[in-house]
């Protein structure tokens, strides 16, 4: 405060308070952010370290592991039928929510007019993201399952899990193809195109990497959903590879999620090994998108290079 | 729209017409502004006339009663300060104001004497005709080469045709062949502001329209750009019909042959020579705005 007596109009002020407060208010919402990471590096920590534990203790073949069938006999159980599974029931799912998904927003954005029941549509969308995943499990076990009799099979599990991810890829959709900008329809238009040629050439090429993040993202979710599968029903042991849309299955959440109950000790050490697994396929899937959508950012800032 | 590549063909209709409007009418007159020679003088036909066209937004009139009959391979420029209507005068004419809910016209909008809003006028059809070249370049995430044919394709004229001919014209008609052509393949949004803006213009003159409106073309770029898109409107009244909408008056003085004054209201207020317009205006209220008192 050495500059007090030259300069009057400083007297009265005192910001200590204030400047306290200002670093309060700053170290929480530090805490709080690094409270997520804490909690991932924990995670990881502790699934890796239960995984090389198994890895030792039950002396875990990964080859084995990876390209064996389940079987009631803990030392030749494997995952590579529930890996398969798994990818089986992405590919079904991706197929059977994305044109839905991308239809539906196409409408919402492009044709739908600006009324109450637009507006209930889109609403209705954001509680249908919330369901509990479950719910979709139960859905489809009534209507696919035993109504329609096709058995708990994968593509059952696809379904379900498509019609859990279709509310999530809508919603990504819609704000990819509102974010094209308008003047660029503008431009479509002004050439004497129609609207769907439009929105063919010109709108979804732009939205598209938005949307394939979003639907990428929204198959990560998938792939780690055990309550829906299990509704649908999936085996207790995945002893054999699928061999289509209409094999039995245990998808890898599930499978993990059987191994867990089991008396046997050394199942639970697969458990272990199999979640490692399960996270390689999460993270190589946001790797994707985050790839997707950085080349998506660099599109976007050059639109606005004049 | 019929055939029109034979400017007679379209005479005796259109006379008939002017005939028809004697309340106010613009009778063609000499041009003969201070413009280069590249622009013929004489008579030349009216290609885009409007008649008491009021045009509504929700409750907001834009346009109030306007009037005009635009010439054929002029350059024809919109000024007055913002909110005056001239956008949305330019975009009644391609009807790109059908994309706005709330928009609603009343009165007579003819292109060759068709009125666009008649119900047999698809409003693609008629942007087919109709070309235009918006305020901030908006080229398509595309290739500069599919940019270009971007229209021929849409238009189903792509078929048959030598389309790396049509390119290569269109984009030497935009000026631009030079610099770009060893990178066709490359996005368009590459480009600078300026290269953008002719890219557009190459755009909408490679479907080979009739009319190309510009809505404040050179108000995103540089002097030097802009500069080069004004030599370039210059070029283009040879082949084509300009309506430009511009914020710069030194820019209408330089480059058009006629210029329409909208103010605040959506009137017209006042529609003669450039010359005039600048010179000599018959209304006060254009004086004070061109000479900076209003606006």
């Given at each position: 405060m050495s500059t007090k007596r030259e300069t009057d109009?400083?007297?009265?002020?005192?910001l200590g308070r204030e400047k306290l407060l200002n670093r309060l208010f700053y170290g929480t919402l530090v805490v709080a952010s690094l409270f997520g990471l804490a909690m991932l590096v924990l995670l990881l920590t502790d699934v890796l370290w239960e995984a090389s534990q198994a890895l030792t203790n039950f002396d875990i073949d990964i080859g084995n592991f990876l390209t064996a069938t389940s079987s009631s006999r803990a030392e030749q159980a494997g995952f590579g039928a529930s890996i398969i599974a798994s990818v089986w029931l992405m590919v079904l799912t991706a197929v059977l929510a994305f044109f839905i998904a991308v239809g539906c927003a196409i409408y919402l954005v492009e044709?739908?007019?600006?009324n109450r029941v637009t507006r209930l549509i889109e609403a209705n969308l954001a509680n249908l993201a919330g369901v509990p995943s479950i719910v979709y499990g139960l859905l489809v076990l009534a209507l696919i399952v035993n109504d329609a009799g096709l058995g708990s099979v994968i593509l059952a599990g696809a379904i379900a899990l498509a019609l859990l991810i279709v509310p999530i890829i809508i919603v990504a959709s819609i704000e990819s193809i509102r974010a094209v900008p308008s003047s660029v329809r503008d431009g479509s238009y002004a050439m004497g195109a129609t609207k769907w040629q439009t929105i063919r050439q010109v709108v979804l090429p732009q939205a598209m990497p938005g949307i394939l993040t979003g639907t990428i993202l929204a198959l990560a979710r998938a792939v780690g959903e055990t309550a829906p599968l299990i509704m649908v029903g999936t085996m207790l042991h995945a002893t054999r590879y699928p061999d289509g849309p209409f094999a039995s299955f245990s998808a890898m959440p599930t499978q993990i999620y059987n191994w867990?109950?089991?008396?046997?000790?050394m199942f639970n050490g697969l458990a272990a090994v199999g979640i490692v697994v399960l996270l390689l396929f999460l993270v190589a899937m946001y790797a994707l998108a985050g790839y997707l959508r950085k080349r998506y950012e660099t599109d976007g800032s050059s639109i606005s290079n004049v | 729209m019929s055939s029109n590549t034979s400017n007679e063909q379209v005479t005796d209709e259109s006379v008939n017409e002017t005939d028809g409007t004697s309340d106010g009418a613009i009778i063609e007159t000499d041009i003969?502004?201070?413009?280069?020679?590249s622009h013929t003088t004489g008579h030349t036909e009216t290609i885009v006339r409007a008649e008491g066209l009021d045009v509504y937004y929700g409750d907001d009139q834009?346009?109030?009663n306007v009037t005009i009959e635009i010439p054929e391979h002029r350059v024809t420029a919109m000024i007055g300060?913002?909110?005056?209507?001239k956008s949305t005068f330019l975009r009644s004419i391609n009807r790109m104001?059908?994309?706005?809910?709330a928009a609603r016209v009343d009165g007579g909008l003819h292109f060759r004497g068709k009125n666009?809003?008649?119900?047999?006028?698809?409003p693609v059809a008629l942007r087919r005709t109709i070309g235009q070249v918006f305020q901030s370049p908006n080229p398509f995430p595309k290739s500069i080469y599919d940019n270009v044919a971007y229209g021929l394709r849409v238009q189903g004229k792509?078929?048959?045709?030598d389309l790396d001919a049509a390119v290569e014209r269109a984009l030497r008609g935009a000026a631009l062949w030079d610099e770009v052509k060893d990178q066709?393949?490359?996005?368009?949004?590459?480009?600078?502001g300026g290269q953008q803006q002719r890219l557009c213009i190459a755009r909408a003159i490679a479907t080979d329209p009739e009319v190309i409106l510009m809505d404040?073309?050179?108000?995103?770029?540089d002097p030097v750009a802009a500069s080069k898109i004004e030599d370039l409107i210059n070029e283009l009244v040879d082949e084509y019909t300009v309506i430009i909408v511009t914020h710069n008056m030194q820019q209408a003085a330089r480059i058009s042959d006629k210029t329409a004054v909208f103010l605040t209201g959506?009137?017209?207020?006042e529609f003669d020579d450039t010359a005039t317009i600048f010179e000599?205006?018959?209304d006060d209220r254009v004086e004070n705005y061109i000479t900076g008192k209003f606006g």
């Open positions: 109009f400083l007297a009265d002020v005192d044709y739908a007019p600006e867990t109950y089991q008396a046997d000790r | 003969s502004v201070d413009r280069g020679s834009a346009l109030d300060p913002s909110g005056c209507g104001n059908d994309r706005i809910p666009v809003y008649d119900d047999d006028v698809d792509a078929d048959g045709m066709l393949n490359e996005s368009g949004l590459d480009l600078s404040e073309p050179t108000s995103a770029l959506g009137e017209l207020v000599d205006p018959d």
